[in-house]
T-cell receptor, first 118, second 113 residues
Framework: GAVVSQHPSWVICKSGTSVKIECRSLDFQATTMFWYRQFPKQSLMLMAT?????????EQGVEKDKFLINHASLTLSTLTVTSAHPEDSSFYIC??????????????FGAGSRLTVL | QQQVKQSPQSLIVQKGGISIINCAYENTAFDYFPWYQQFPGKGPALLIA?????SEKKEGRFTISFNKSAKQFSLHIMDSQPGDSATYFCAASRAGTGNQFYFGTGTSLTVIP
C-alpha cells in the first residue's frame, strides 16, 4: 500500500534555530500534501496544503513566514519551522491523498515528527 | 465552525464489549467518511471508510453505520480488545485530490481487561 515517510521522527532544537521536516511519498506521486499540527490529546489541526510546483495554501492563523512549506517534487514536501520557539513544540504530521481502484482518495499519514524547542 | 462533531471525548469499555463512537457533519457535499486510529506518538492510520451510498460497512470487528438523512455516522467496535485502546478520529471529505479532510476532535478509547 501507499506509504508516506516522515523524517525526522523527533527533533530537539534550541530556541531561535530552524528545523526542517521532510515528508516523502515512497511508492506514489503526490501533487498535494497536507501538513497538520497536533497538540497532546487534541485533534489534527490543518496548517497548510502543499501543492507541487506552486505556493502552499495556509489555513487562517498559520504564519506563512514561520512555517515555510516547499513541495519541489511529486514525492517530497518539506516543512521548515523558522526561528523556532518553545511554543512551536508540537507533533507535526504530513499526509497525502492516494487514489484507489474504487475511485476514492484515501488520506495516508506519515508517522509524525515530534518537535521540542528548548 | 467545526465541520465534523465527534463524541464522546473519551470512552472506557470492558474487554469483549462494544465501543461506539459517533460523528455528525454539516456539509451535505461530503462524500467520503473515514475513521482513523492513532496510537500515541504515531500518525493516524486509516481504519475503515464509507461512502454515502451505503448505510453500513463492516470490516472484521469494525463497522461504520451511516445515516445520510441525519448527517451522522458512527464507528462500532465489536468484541473490543485492549489492543484497540487508541484515539479514534472520524473525518469527512469531498472528492478531489485538492480537497481537504475535516476531522472530528477525537475519542480516546480505553479497553480494560
Amino acid at each position: 500500500g501507499a506509504v508516506v515517510s516522515q523524517h525526522p521522527s523527533w527533533v530537539i532544537c534550541k530556541s531561535g534555530t530552524s528545523v526542517k521536516i521532510e515528508c516523502r511519498s515512497l511508492d506514489f506521486q503526490a501533487t498535494t500534501m497536507f501538513w497538520y499540527r497536533q497538540f497532546p490529546k487534541q485533534s489534527l489541526m490543518l496548517m497548510a496544503t502543499s501543492n507541487e510546483g506552486s505556493k502552499a495554501t495556509y489555513e487562517q492563523g498559520v504564519e506563512k513566514d514561520k512555517f515555510l512549506i516547499n513541495h519541489a517534487s511529486l514525492t517530497l514536501s518539506t516543512l521548515t519551522v523558522t526561528s523556532a520557539h518553545p511554543e512551536d513544540s508540537s507533533f507535526y504530521i504530513c499526509s497525502a491523498r492516494v487514489g484507489t481502484d474504487s475511485g476514492a482518495n484515501v488520506l495516508t499519514f506519515g508517522a509524525g515528527s515530534r518537535l521540542t524547542v528548548l | 465552525q467545526q465541520q465534523v462533531k465527534q463524541s464522546p471525548q473519551s470512552l472506557i469499555v470492558q474487554k469483549g464489549g462494544i465501543s461506539i463512537i459517533n460523528c455528525a457533519y454539516e456539509n451535505t457535499a461530503f462524500d467520503y467518511f473515514p475513521w482513523y486510529q492513532q496510537f500515541p506518538g504515531k500518525g493516524p492510520a486509516l481504519l475503515i471508510a464509507i461512502r454515502p451510498d451505503v448505510s453500513e460497512k463492516k470490516e472484521g470487528r469494525f463497522t461504520i453505520s451511516f445515516n445520510k438523512s441525519a448527517k451522522q455516522f458512527s464507528l462500532h467496535i465489536m468484541d473490543s480488545q485492549p489492543g484497540d485502546s487508541a484515539t479514534y478520529f472520524c473525518a469527512a471529505s469531498r472528492a478531489g485530490t485538492g480537497n481537504q479532510f475535516y476531522f472530528g476532535t477525537g475519542t480516546s478509547l480505553t479497553v480494560i481487561p
